[in-house]
Structure formats: C-alpha cells, structure tokens
C-alpha cells in the first residue's frame, strides 16, 4: 500500500462508519447507549464514542440524559435521531395541484402546504414559479423552527432525465422543461427530480418489497418495486401504465395513441363512470400481473379515496385474465398515504440520502 492510499481508506472507512452506527441507532426500538451500539455494531467502544460525538456534533444524534438513578448500577444515556435537524423538502406539481411539505430525520411531518389550481392552462415556468414561492414558504417555516433543509426532491408526472429535465410531462403539456433552472429560490440545495409515481411507491412498502404502486391522478404512472429496489427500466422511464392499451379502438389519447388506460380511468374518468374505470384497470393490471409475477398492488393518489367503490370492479377483472388467479389472489389496497404519498416520497428520498451517507452531510 502506498501511502498516498492511506487517507482515502481511512475516509471511506470513516463515512462507512458513521452511516453504520447511525443506522444502529435510527433502527433500535429503544435508544442505545454507546456500548449499546459498539456491541451491536462490533466496533469498539472509542471508535463508536468518536463517531457518536461527530454525529452529534453534526445534529444528526441527540443523546438524551440518564434517567434519575433508582438503584443499583448506573443508567446508561440513550441515543436517538434528532428531530430538529437536518430536514427534507419535498414537493409535488401535479395536473391540479401543487404541493409542498417538510419532513424531519425521524420522518415526520413538520409542515404541509397544498396549493389546488389547474396547471394545464400556464406555462411551465408560472407553474414553477408559483411552486418556487410555496417551497420558500415551506423553507422559512422550517428554518423558523431551528430546522436546516439537506436537500430538496421533486416530484413530476413525467418521464424525468437524469440531470432534471423533464423530457415530456404529458398532461401539463411539457417538453424538455429545465426545472432546477426554474426553481432559483433552491439554488444551494441539492435537487432531485423524480417521476411522482416513483417516489410515492418509496413511500408505500409498508413492509411489502415486491408490489405495483398504481397512482391515478389526472394522468396514471406506476413505480414497480421489485425486491426493495424501484425497477426504473434501462433510461428511468418505466412505470408508464397510463398509456397501456385496454381498448384498441377507444378514445384518443394525448400520447397519439388509441384507447390508453389514462383515457378509462384518469381521475376525472373515476368521477364520470367508475364501473367502467374499474374495469379498464382491472385489464391493464391484470396484464401487469401476468408478466411481472406480481402479488401485491397498491391504488394511490386519487384512486386511494375511492378504493371501495374501483375494488370489486377491478378484482372482477383480475380474476377473470390472470392466469394464476385461482392459486394465488392478487392483494389490493390503497396508499396510506392517499394524495400526500409522491410529495412525502420525495422527502424520504432526501432523507435516506443523509441517513445513508451521514459523512457528506457533515462535511457540507
Ligand atoms: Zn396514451
């Protein structure tokens, strides 16, 4: 080894660390001590009381102190995430909202604004504009609070680049729209733009790591969890269940095609007919489940309200066209998180980013 090697090895050896005993202590059902973490982690008790003390320093861990002494032995103090520091924004534009919420390093909500107004009449850059002033509203309730935002997250119905453009975002009528060069009141915080389906299935395991997360907003994406992992498809646009056809012969569609499902069972054709909106997801879905070996389907966004009244419709479908419907139903529930679920993916986007490399985030 030469000795050039030496400080590199020992910075990733060091970043590896923190993420690991910050992990330890975010995961514990109670807050572990610093031996507490040392024997889970099998570092040493020095090596964790280092680390410990940067993430403190680095307002990522609170130590709370020993409870009073009662008796024999000496309470030990415990650790724990701290609520009141670095935080996340995430924010959502959608065909007939905006939206914007801030969420802390324990993962709860600490503010919420939701802005209703149809998109599809403004330009790109008014719709970004009124967005850029609702995340200003969001940051200065944040840091109001003594809270510091480590990023932002944005969630788009579109097909998403990686450096941000949005190439085409059917349903606000956009092309190759520059959104972090629209967005000036976030210059110095870290961006991430995602499709809103993606992020909204990050926020909706609820335990479950192989499922389809449906969002039915006025357009229809899909985020396809394969494993834990998003499946985003080889250029990051998979997911596009809203342009699977379910009539060959049906009502034109925005895409140039004929008969897309987003023509059946969009939002507003939920409102008009929803036996019929059933049953156009039921056919796309049970095509899904055919080929992907699916067991589990998640209904967000406005599909979440009205999962009574599309279930029996689309349980009729999939029992009828999947093939192994007779030896293994297809679960169906709604996003817990109903509308809120892309804007709160979003946030926990930016927040595993710091969960999962605590280093960058004291080093900033
Ligand atoms: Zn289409």
Not at 101 to 126: E, K, M, N, Y
Not at 145 to 173: I, K, S
Not at 226 to 251: A, N, Q
């Amino acid at each position: 080894m030469t000795a050039s090697h030496a400080p590199v090895r020992q910075s990733s050896v060091r970043a590896h660390n923190l993420a690991l005993v910050l992990q330890t202590a975010a995961n514990s059902a109670d807050r572990p001590s610093r031996a507490g973490i040392a024997a889970l982690t099998g570092l040493t008790r020095a090596t964790v009381s280092a680390l410990v003390d940067d993430l403190i320093a680095g307002g990522l861990l609170i130590e709370h102190d020993p409870a009073p002494r009662t008796g024999a032995g000496r309470p030990a103090a415990g650790l724990a995430l701290n609520a009141d520091g670095p935080a996340a924004l995430g924010l959502e534009i959608n065909v007939d909202y905006l939206a914007a919420c801030v969420v802390d390093l324990t993962g709860s909500v600490r503010h919420r604004i939701v802005a209703h107004g149809d998109q599809r009449p403004l330009s790109a850059a008014d719709s970004l504009q009124a967005l850029d002033a609702l995340a200003a509203q969001a940051r200065a309730a944040a840091e109001g609070e003594g809270l510091t935002l480590a990023g932002a997250a944005l969630a788009v119905p579109g097909l998403v680049a990686a450096d941000g453009l949005v190439r085409v975002a059917p349903n606000l009528g956009w092309q190759d729209v520059d959104v972090p060069a629209l967005l000036p009141g976030l210059a110095g915080l870290p961006l991430i733009v995602d499709n809103e389906a993606n992020l909204a299935a990050l926020a909706s395991a609820e335990g479950e790591r192989t499922f389809l997360y449906v969002s039915g907003e006025i357009g229809i994406g899909a985020g396809i969890v394969l494993d834990g992992e998003l499946y985003r498809g080889v250029r990051g646009w998979s997911g596009e269940i809203g342009h699977i056809t379910v009539f060959p012969d049906g009502r034109p569609c925005r895409c140039g095609a004929t008969g897309c499902l987003e023509q059946y069972a969009g939002q507003e054709q939920v409102v008009a007919d929803v036996e019929l909106a059933a049953s156009a997801l039921g056919i796309a879905l049970a095509a899904v489940v055919n080929l992907l070996d699916i067991g589990v389907i998640v209904l967000g966004g406005a599909y979440a309200p009205e999962f009574p009244r599309l279930r029996g419709g689309i349980e009729a479908e999939l029992a009828r066209r999947v093939l192994t419907s007779g030896l293994a139903p297809v679960t169906l529930r709604a996003a817990e998180l109903g509308p809120d679920a892309a804007m709160r993916g979003a946030a926990d986007a930016v927040i595993q980013s710091v969960r999962d490399d605590p280093a960058a985030w004291l080093s900033r």
